[in-house]
């Protein structure tokens, strides 16, 4: 699934006034109609801005009763020491379970983690947390029973879905006190040791106030999180070590370098360098850029992608003895790795990309491209996490794994 695509919400378009003159009921009925349609249709769409990771629209703020504020103010100085219980292999295997599909969330594979992300949980305009459909509460209910019931050691936590941005929330002190005692109350009544921050598509400085104010109100054993996209091409310019200073570790999206361009086919997660165009668009560049700003490397984890990408109508190469770069007349879709298993496309020979360390399947007949995570680019990842002392990994998303969990278990490897 697409998790990185700008919906655009479209006006509904309204009827065209008939030129004649038309009586006072009639206008009545039809703006009561209009009001229908529209009533419908926002209902419609706001379903469909639900579905989407953090996007951003203007607030729409029903005022909703707001809770007395705490006696103790919330900008005090001390800072609570987190400590992170130290893994058997010292790594973080983290994998993000989309609440999309409940059935997904096995015992086996929360088992295979250090820390099981439910992704996600909703946030309105103001900052509080709350889940709004039963789909989302059966999954939500099936995951913490399912990752609380494990014996391993697992870590379990939330990701945001916010109706608006991280930046709103920061901006306006009131909603940023809603969104810290909102986080901290649904950690506590459900049991959770957690959360993550998608920051992904955000880039104002003041965010780092709400991840102070939010470390300031939660215990010193819950775990705060941040997703961030990779620099340079994403143009965001956070300070990694200012973040770390109230985060435990971040989980950066050390991939879709090539994403604004989807005529050309290409890793989605390079470990090196791409064809001539494209480089220092790669996991060892980003991750170099990163440890230069923290020199706290084991607070870094890189991602592993379990979605395929696939071109159709992929032709002629880029670049001389460079196969994996191509030309392609459409748009790149993506599907988890268990469709790609389940079209057959396993069992077509796979080539692999030296210089980039990546896997990716061409097939001349109908031209069409697919690339994709499989054991050998993944355990050229685990020795670079080792060679480079990063933290460990991420997984984007788990339920895409195939059922003997393939993916995941090239991944554990790890420890
Ligand atoms: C929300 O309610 C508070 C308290 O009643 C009030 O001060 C504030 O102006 C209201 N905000 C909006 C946007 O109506
Ligand atoms: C921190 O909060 C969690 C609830 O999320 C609770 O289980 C834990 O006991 C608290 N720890 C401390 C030290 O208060
Ligand atoms: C990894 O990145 C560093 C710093 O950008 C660079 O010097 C090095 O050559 C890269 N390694 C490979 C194998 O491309």
Known sequence: MATGENERVKEPMLPQRSPNAVRCCKIIAEF???????????????VIIWTVYDN???????????????????????????????LACQKRIIGFFNAFDAKEITAARVSKLTHAVFAKIPMDYNGELGIKTQETDEAFEKFKSTAKGV???????????GKTSYREIAQKTEYTRIFVNSVASFLENHLIDGVDMNWERENYHNNINLLKELRIRLNGSQLIS????????????????????????VNVVSMGYYDTDRTRTGPISPLYSGFDGWKKLDVNATMKYFNKEVKISEKLNIVIPFFTRIWSNA????????????????????????????????????????????????????????????EESISWKLQFIREENLGGLWIRFMDMDDDENTLLNSVTKLC
């Open 32 to 46: 009561i109609v209009i009001l229908i349609v529209c009533g419908i249709l926002s209902l419609g769409l706001s």
């Open 56 to 86: 951003v629209v203007s607030p729409d703020v029903t005022n909703t009763t707001v809770e007395p504020l705490e006696t103790t103010s919330i900008t005090t100085t001390t800072m609570p020491t987190t400590t992170t219980k130290p």
């Open 151 to 161: 014996e391993t050691d697992v870590k379990v936590m939330i990701s945001i879905c």
């Open 226 to 249: 941040v997703t961030l996209p990779s620099p340079p091409n994403s143009g965001a310019t956070f300070q990694v070590d200012e973040i770390l200073k109230y985060a435990d570790f």
């Open 315 to 374: 032709i002629d190469v880029v670049e001389p003895g460079r196969e994996m770069f191509r030309d392609a007349q459409n748009e790149f879709s993506q599907v988890p790795f268990s469709k790609m298993k389940e079209d057959g496309w396993t069992e077509h020979k796979t080539s692999w990309d030296k210089k980039s360390k990546s896997s990716y399947i061409y097939d001349s007949e109908t031209k069409t491209f697919l690339t994709f995570e499989n």
